[in-house]
């Protein structure tokens, strides 16, 4: 059986304990996978730097992407994704604290599947954790995997 993984790219370590612990209250048990910035989100999905030899034929069920990132900003990366023929259909999330309208446009200019701000509170922060857990990994049908040629 596949486990449908979380991707969260994320710098800020109290984001990353409190994604972890919001996804622990709602039992949102998937793997999670952390990459903290830019540069280490494309080489895991690239199979590259410290994850070369992953299978990049195995893409996570969901990507939470933060946009203020080191090395490499979000808006960057997704750019990227989106430009590569085996991760353009990979469901990404932009979670970012970012309330540049700015940052809004490009990141639907640039293909992003949802764009949400995280809440402050964190109750209000674990409902949007497992109202996008059901979505993206309970009721959204997946894209059909890529047949390279």
């Known amino acids: 059986m596949m486990y449908k993984t979380i991707l969260l790219i994320e710098d800020n370590a109290s984001d990353i304990a409190l994604t972890r612990r919001a996804l622990s209250r709602c039992r949102i048990s998937n793997p999670l996978v952390v990459v903290e910035d830019g540069q280490e989100a494309l ?8 994850f070369a030899g992953r299978d990049t034929s195995v893409l996570p069920a969901l990507i ?15 750019r990227r994704l989106r430009a590569d023929e085996r991760t353009r259909r990979a469901p990404v999330v932009i979670l970012t604290s970012s309330t540049e309208e700015h940052d809004l446009r490009a990141g639907y200019d640039y293909g992003v599947n ?9 109750e209000q922060f674990t409902r949007a954790i497992e109202q996008l857990g059901l979505y993206w ?6 894209p059909p995997k890529m047949h390279m040629s």
């Open 43 to 50: 080489d895991y999905f690239f199979g590259t730097g410290a």
């Open 114 to 122: 949802s764009y949400i701000r995280k809440p402050v509170d964190f």
């Open 137 to 142: 990994l309970v009721l959204n049908e997946a």
């Open 64 to 78: 939470l992407l933060d946009l203020n990132l080191p090395r490499i900003d979000g808006l960057t990366v997704l």
